[in-house]
T-cell receptor, first 108, second 114 residues
Framework: KNEVEQSPQNLTAQEGEFITINCSYS?????LHWLQQHPGGGIVSLFM???GKKKHGRLIATINIQEKHSSLHITASHPRDSAVYIC??????????FGKGTRLHILP | GAGVSQSPRYKVAKRGQDVALRCDPI?????LFWYQQALGQGPEFLTY????????KSGLPSDRFFAERPEGSVSTLKIQRTQQEDSAVYLC????????????FGPGTRLTVT
């Protein structure tokens, strides 16, 4: 079993829908990151969380440390949000562990 | 300003060839990371430099993989005697801080071993 699991693996939705991507992890962590990877490989850091909730524009990220779970939400989704969203955790030994990513496709 | 750049963007190597992949981090960034991303998978950590010191190379899959950052800026990831399983995208990231905070990723080098 992977230490970082994301669901769903693939998600197709209509423009305007509310999107939720989930990340569960099995190790103790000091921080969790959500990353966005566009076709062609470029990765952009969206959020770093150690507790609570963060919001940036239409993106919201939450983390529940007790349940070892984080969610990334996208409100009013748009085709330009189509990308792979990757959850990554920094464990107690400062090792970075990535999830396999969720491939999101927003249809116009 | 310029972001992280990597070269070449694409590399095709025949099995058994040596390859060298270059990463130019953002100027002044102390930390530099190399990751390997197989098709359809998330990135996996390879190695980490703080300035010129290679502090963690635990993710390098074999002794055929070697990384250096001799002057604390540009880094090279070298793969000797390439194998088909080495085919992947190799991502470089740099950070102004130690460890995994505020990482800025390069576009990656896609290596195909035939």
């Amino acid at each position: 079993k992977n230490e970082v699991e994301q669901s769903p693996q693939n998600l197709t939705a209509q423009e305007g829908e509310f999107i939720t991507i989930n990340c569960s992890y099995s190790v103790g962590i000091s921080a969790l990151h959500w990353l966005q990877q566009h076709p062609g490989g470029g990765i952009v850091s969206l959020f770093m969380l150690s507790s609570g909730k963060k919001k940036h524009g239409r993106l919201i990220a939450t983390i529940n440390i007790q349940e070892k779970h984080s969610s990334l939400h996208i409100t009013a989704s748009h085709p330009r949000d189509s990308a792979v969203y990757i959850c990554a955790v920094l464990n107690r030994d400062d090792k970075i562990i990535f999830g396999k990513g969720t491939r999101l496709h927003i249809l116009p | 300003g310029a972001g992280v750049s990597q070269s070449p963007r694409y590399k095709v190597a025949k099995r058994g060839q040596d390859v060298a992949l270059r990463c130019d981090p953002i100027s002044g960034h102390v930390s530099l990371f190399w990751y390997q991303q197989a098709l359809g998978q998330g990135p996996e950590f390879l190695t980490y430099f703080q300035n010129e010191a290679q502090l963690d190379k635990s993710g390098l899959p074999s002794d055929r993989f070697f990384a250096e950052r001799p002057e604390g800026s540009v880094s090279t990831l070298k793969i000797q005697r390439t194998q088909q399983e080495d085919s992947a995208v190799y991502l470089c990231a740099s950070s102004p801080k130690p460890v995994f905070y505020e990482q800025y990723f390069g576009p990656g080098t896609r290596l195909t071993v035939t």
